[in-house]
């Protein structure tokens, strides 16, 4: 019997780590290398309002990763974020686009990593190279989740790649060019205990020179009344984040969909002080712009050479 092979991403993984770990399952099955794509955790909000706007089907969700011989990790690259439930030594292929990766901790996978937008685009890239025939629905997928990690190509992180691989994928998919405003205004609806749940869904812990590190990422349309309305709720819970997970630093990175504004948030003094030293932002009630507007994944390497610098 051939080895069971499962591609997944980290636990709770957000659009683009679904939408890069389905369409490469679809890839892969198409090169008879027979697979199951499954998910450990929550999908994020982003994700199900693709999936049931377009009535695609759910993925499947699973407790743990044990009756598989091999995995493929899609948008996953570091030990923290797969929680522990899964054995690196089990992982064959990694393909990933972030600076900041533990690919030498799995020693039998073969990596890709390409500090493009989305790990989307290198998985579209797969198939343009190929001419494997892609499906409408995964081109909705990868499509979606270039869209959403690019910020409508707004953000610094776009890469004339991610342009090139969404074109060929709204080809297929064919939304039309205001689609970006219904994906972003479905994931801007904060109301409520949504907040938290946000907050707390898109939470990242990084350990650098023995300093523990938490970055929640928010990114909503209309970030000015969001902060002018809720900004203690939010520092309330990210104090809630940083004393449950023992951190010495913990902020949000909110991020605007409209204008692509970036701001800081945190109550945390050592955190705001980290902060200021890193982007010269200056904080008043707990906020701070942050000009040009980064990526979680592109302001954690600049926080860890300012620490090893300090330490
Ligand atoms: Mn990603």
Avoid at 151 to 175: M, V
Avoid at 209 to 225: C, F, H, T, Y
Avoid at 246 to 264: H, K, P, Q, V
Wanted: glycine letters at 4%.
């Amino acid at each position: 019997m051939p080895a069971s092979l499962l591609v997944t991403s980290y636990v709770n993984p957000d659009l683009d780590g679904v939408a890069g770990a389905v369409a490469y399952g679809e890839f892969l099955a198409q090169t008879n290398q027979e697979n199951t794509v499954a998910f450990i955790g929550e999908l994020h909000q982003e994700t199900k309002f693709v999936l049931n706007y377009f009535s695609l089907q759910h993925p499947l969700i699973i407790d743990n990763t044990d009756s598989f011989d091999q995995i493929i990790l899609v948008d996953s690259s570091d030990l923290a974020a797969l929680e522990g439930h899964i054995n690196p030594a089990k992982v064959i292929e990694i393909i990933d686009h972030r600076s900041l990766h533990e690919t030498d901790k799995f020693s039998n996978a073969k990596s890709q990593i390409e500090l493009v937008g989305a790990a989307a685009t290198l998985v579209a890239e797969r198939f343009m190279n190929s001419h494997i025939v892609l499906s409408k629905s995964s081109a909705i997928l990868l499509y979606s989740a270039i869209i959403s990690n690019t910020l409508n190509f707004k953000g610094s992180i776009t890469t004339e790649r991610d342009r090139f691989a969404a074109t060929y994928l709204n080809n297929i998919a064919e939304l039309p060019s205001d689609y970006w405003r219904q994906l972003f205004t479905a994931k801007s609806d904060l109301s409520g205990s949504k907040l938290k749940a946000t907050l707390a869904g898109d939470f990242a812990t990084f350990s650098i020179n023995n300093n523990r590190l938490g970055i929640a990422q928010v990114e909503v349309m209309n970030v000015k009344q969001l902060i002018a309305s809720r900004v203690a709720e939010i520092t309330e819970a990210l104090t809630g984040l940083q004393s449950d997970n023992s951190l010495d630093f913990i902020f949000l990175n909110l991020l605007d969909l409209e204008t692509g504004t970036n701001y800081l948030v945190t109550s945390d003094l050592n955190t705001q002080a980290l902060l200021s030293s890193v982007f010269s932002a200056s904080f008043a009630n707990c906020v701070a712009l942050n000009n040009p507007p980064l990526m979680r994944k592109q302001i954690v390497p600049l926080i860890k050479a300012e620490l090893e610098l300090n330490s």
